[in-house]
């Protein structure tokens, strides 16, 4: 089979829908609801809402679709449509920042780990240098999502603001790529990435309470411990 | 390479800054010098190195860790209805 550009391919879908090829539509929904019930997310406040919102996309998409020129994907047009609808979904229930806003609001400077885990900065050889390095975790061979931590990983996912939560669900979740999450949300590519980095370490924080709390530091040690280190790679280098 | 300390702070970022831009490395975002100066950090902090490992590891790692399937229900109308969609 001669391999197919993205845009011939939404070509041939656009075509087939305008056709009333119900089985083109069926697999468009089928592709693409997961990832915009998790956009529609963050803008209206219940799961419901949010059903509710890509239903009314769908219709909204079936009765545009002969206005669809191809400027963007089939994908960015179908998440600028589930935008603008959760928008005004939002907005009926007093929630209508744009996503960008969204995205500000949470860009607060937090620290991706606590400053407590690192020597002070004024630290005489060793400023700002692991004083507690990351709880290493068991890899089993089927990978983090293997028994329980899968259960620690959603429930952190859960746990985030909501445009970190929609970055990762979108990047990490669905596996989109960082283009097309920019393009579906109309954010930055800095923005997409603070908020993916945000999401992505407090998930890694999450897996590190379960598998070990942190104790407390005694900065003397650890700084006794890293002067033996130096000294030894040192003199293993001569 | 001998003479190198193991953290050459004047030039390598401390691992408190380290953290905040692996994911920048990891999406290929940072400059060539940065990239070279944390990957030079890297080659001698198991600590950055194990943070950076982790951080790789949940990227790579969650697809399908939460189902937000659309209820059959509702998909199964939606497209029951796609005919008069069209028609109208």
New interface residues.
């Given amino acids: 089979m001669p391999k197919t550009s993205p845009q011939e391919q939404d070509a041939a879908l656009v075509a087939a829908?305008r056709r009333?090829n119900?089985d083109a539509?069926?697999t468009l929904?089928?592709s693409h609801?997961?990832?915009?019930?998790?956009v529609a997310?963050a803008y209206v406040p219940s799961r419901a809402a949010a059903?509710e919102t890509?239903?009314e996309t769908?219709?909204a998409v079936?009765?545009g679709v002969d206005a669809f020129e191809g400027r963007s994907s089939l994908k960015t047009w179908i998440f600028r449509i589930l935008t603008n609808v959760a928008m005004r979904a939002g907005a009926r229930e007093r929630r209508s920042l744009p996503f960008s806003a969204l995205a500000e609001a949470e860009n607060t400077g937090e620290?991706?780990?606590d400053?407590d885990r690192?020597l002070p900065?004024d630290h005489a050889l060793?400023?700002?240098?692991?004083a507690i390095?990351?709880t290493?975790?068991p890899?089993p061979e089927e990978?983090?999502?293997a028994g329980e931590t899968?259960e620690v990983?959603?429930v952190a996912?859960?746990k985030l603001p909501a445009a970190q939560r929609t970055v990762?669900?979108l990047?990490?979740?669905?596996?989109w790529s960082?283009e097309e999450v920019r393009e579906a949300l109309e954010i930055s590519?800095g923005n997409q990435?603070i908020l993916?980095?945000r999401a992505?370490?407090r998930?890694?924080n999450a897996?590190?309470d379960y598998y070990g709390a942190v104790e407390e530091i005694d900065y003397d040690a650890v700084t006794a411990e890293l002067m033996a280190?130096?000294a030894e790679?040192?003199t293993d280098?001569? | 390479?001998?003479d190198q300390?193991?953290?050459s702070?004047a030039e390598a970022p401390?691992?408190?800054?380290v953290?905040?831009i692996?994911?920048?490395y990891l999406?290929g975002?940072l400059p060539p010098a940065g990239a070279l100066r944390l990957e030079r950090h890297l080659a001698?902090?198991?600590?950055?190195t194990?943070?950076l490992e982790?951080?790789r590891?949940?990227?790579g790692?969650?697809?399908?860790?939460?189902?937000?399937?659309?209820?059959p229900e509702?998909?199964d109308s939606?497209?029951a209805?796609?005919?008069h969609?069209?028609?109208?």
């Fill in positions: 829908l009333g119900a539509f069926a929904v089928d609801s997961p990832a915009m019930i998790r997310l059903e890509v239903q769908w219709i079936m009765r620290p991706s780990i400053p690192f900065a060793f400023p700002g240098h692991w390095m990351p290493r975790w890899t990978g983090l999502l899968r990983i959603a996912i859960a990762i669900a990047r990490d979740v669905e596996g960082s590519a990435r993916l980095h992505r370490s998930v890694r897996i590190e280190d130096t790679k040192e280098s001569d | 390479m001998a300390p193991v953290h702070h401390a691992c408190i800054e953290v905040e692996v994911t920048d999406e975002a001698t902090c198991p600590g950055c194990e943070y982790q951080l590891a949940i990227a790692s969650l697809r399908g860790v939460t189902d937000d399937s659309f209820p509702l998909r939606l497209i209805d796609f005919p969609l069209r028609n109208r």
